[in-house]
């Protein structure tokens, strides 16, 4: 391994140690400092075998963490994951990390929140405007509307 992919991979693992990356994101960050094609794939697959680099927990930690902290539902999630370049098996691990328990009290809570912000008389209105918020924030059709039927 030569001097300059030495000082790379020393970089990129500082880069990985910040937080957790995707192989995607590590190989643009390589690009921005002039390393291309075998070269990179050769500090990508180091920074693996040191486990600095591992989609898995990668796509776990992104789960988790957009869901607890932000309170999106899994097409958001696996929309934003697949955009990372996380397919297959990372990405359905991701999901199944998701407690259906939790996930559904926190969708109730998040449109019981958001109900309170609400000021309108119509209840259809409100209704929709439930709806549209939990599908902007990434929740399944048929969980919100099972949702708003039983918080009536």
Known sequence: ??????????????????????QQEVRNRLKEWGIYGDDAEEVIAELIQQNYLNEERFAQSFAGGKFRIKGWGKRKIKQ?????????YNLDQAMNGIAPDDYRTTLSELLDKK?????????LIIKQKLARYAFSKGYEPDLVWQVLENTD
């Open 1 to 22: 391994m030569t001097d300059l992919l030495k000082d790379a991979l020393r970089k990129a693992a500082m880069f990985c140690a910040y937080q957790e990356r995707t």
């Open 80 to 88: 934003h994951l697949q955009q990372r370049g996380i397919t297959g």
């Open 115 to 123: 109900r309170r912000s609400l000021r309108d008389d119509n209840p």
